[in-house]
């Protein structure tokens, strides 16, 4: 059975970001989920000209240039990531929605793709579910920083999916009440205006922030004011830091 044993040697502590421990109004947790990542260079950039450092959650989705995000064509992308000091986690492999639970140890598990169908995972194909996203990153990646922490896709989760994740030996890691960012949102009723004006405003210490790489029904790319969303931030003093292996 996949149990702590197995996410052992995937896991290290995520380390202290040098420049992060200046005076402060507060920390902030940005993390990142796997899309559509068209913007995804463009968002790397704007995190990297400021120092800020993400947790990132990895999925197997397709992308814009038709491939996946752990293909091996991903590789230079998430090296890079690991340089400048970002974190990983896992976002499930096929990004599939857990959408009930049947028995003990039995979670219903489905695509929202035609086709695709659903499944019932046991206990090891939960763990492997969840595990093996880590391991096609430690493998193009083997200095990454993997945290034993886990979100479902949409953060939609039942109580036997949480139960098994955790004899997998991980923990769910969600997002907080204002860490919304509204990336996925329509953006005729959610232009970018709107989605950074109410960030700046609402966010306060502490905070875990949620967006992705890009997504490919949002016309608008929130990737064009995430820049502006970092300045306000740093502006009003918040620092920026990974999530720690326990979680938030």
Avoid at 80 to 86: F, I, K, L, Q
Avoid at 153 to 178: D, E, F, V, Y
Avoid at 206 to 221: A, I
């Amino acid at each position: 059975m996949i149990r702590r044993r197995a996410l052992a040697g995937l896991v290290a502590p995520a380390l202290a970001q040098p420049g992060l421990a200046r005076a402060a109004r507060g920390t902030l947790y940005l993390t990142i989920d796997t899309g559509w990542s068209r913007e995804a260079e463009t968002i790397a950039e704007a995190m990297r000209a400021r120092g800020v450092v993400a947790t990132l959650f990895l999925a197997n989705e397709l992308t814009y240039r038709g491939d996946r995000q752990l293909e091996p064509s991903w590789a230079p992308f998430w090296r890079a990531r690991a340089a400048e000091g970002h974190v990983f986690a896992s976002h499930t492999w096929r990004h599939w929605y857990f959408t009930g639970d049947l028995a003990p140890g039995r979670t219903r598990y489905a695509s929202r793709r035609p086709g695709e169908g659903a499944e019932v995972l046991d206990q090891a194909g939960l763990c492997a579910e969840l595990l093996r996203p880590l391991q096609a990153l430690q493998a193009m990646v083997p200095e990454a920083r993997i945290l034993p922490l886990w979100r479902a896709p949409g953060g939609i989760l039942t109580p036997q999916a949480r139960r098994m994740a955790q004899a997998c030996g991980l923990r769910h890691q969600g997002w907080s009440a204002h860490g919304f960012l509204g990336d996925e949102l329509d953006s005729d009723s959610h232009p970018n205006d709107l989605l950074l004006r109410r960030a700046l405003s609402r966010i306060r210490d502490g905070e875990v922030l949620m967006m992705h790489w890009g997504v490919r029904r949002r016309r608008e790319p929130f990737a064009l004011v995430f820049g502006a969303l970092l300045d306000g931030l740093i502006a009003r003093g918040f620092r920026f830091a990974p999530l720690p292996p326990e979680g938030v």
